[in-house]
C-alpha cells in the first residue's frame, strides 16, 4: 500500500466527466478517479480553502466523527472491480479502529477535510494499470492515453 496525493481535479472532455487526479507520494504513479460533479465540487472547495456559507455533507460528517471522539486516521482506496473504486474509511477513537465501507470521491473530500492521509493497495493499480510503468512501458501507455484524453486546459476548471 502506497501513500497518494490528490495532484488536482480536471474535466474528461471525452464523457465530459470531473476526474481526481492521485499521485503517488514517492513515486511518479497517477490514478485518475472519475467522480461525481457534486463530490468534485466538494473537493475543488476545499483544495482551494473555500469555506462554503453552509457546511457540506463532508463537512457535516467530519463534525460528526469529531464530535463523537473519533479521527479518520486514512482513507484507502482498497479495490477495483469492474472499472469502479472502492475505498475504506478508518476511523480510530475509544481504543478501536473501523473501516467503513464509502465510495472514493466522499472518502477523499473527507480526507481533504481531515487531513487523513489517502493510501491505495498496491493490487489496485496493478489491476487497473500493470505493473509499475518502469516495469512495463505497454501498461504505462494505457494510463498515458488515458490522462491524454484530460484536456489541460479544463484542470481545476470545476464550479465552485
Not at 509499475?132 to 489541460?152: G, N
Amino acid at each position: 500500500m502506497q501513500q497518494f496525493t490528490v495532484s488536482g481535479l480536471a474535466i474528461d472532455s471525452v464523457n465530459d466527466s470531473p476526474v481526481v487526479l492521485l499521485k503517488e507520494l514517492d513515486g511518479d504513479r497517477v490514478i485518475p478517479v472519475w467522480i461525481g460533479p457534486a463530490e468534485a465540487n466538494a473537493i475543488a472547495l476545499k483544495l482551494a480553502d473555500v469555506d462554503p456559507p453552509r457546511p457540506l455533507t463532508h463537512d457535516l460528517l467530519k463534525r460528526v466523527i469529531d464530535g463523537a471522539g473519533l479521527a479518520v486516521q486514512r482513507v484507502i482506496i482498497s479495490d477495483l472491480v469492474d472499472q469502479t473504486y472502492f475505498a475504506e474509511v478508518v476511523l480510530e477513537g475509544h481504543g478501536t479502529v473501523t473501516k467503513i465501507d464509502a465510495r472514493p470521491s466522499d472518502s477523499i473530500a473527507l480526507a481533504l477535510r481531515t487531513s487523513a492521509p489517502i493510501f491505495v493497495a498496491d493490487h489496485v493499480f496493478e489491476e487497473e494499470f500493470g505493473v509499475h510503468p518502469s516495469d512495463d512501458p505497454e501498461r504505462h501507455d494505457r494510463l498515458r492515453q488515458r490522462l491524454e484524453r484530460i484536456d489541460p486546459e479544463n484542470f481545476g476548471d470545476l464550479l465552485l
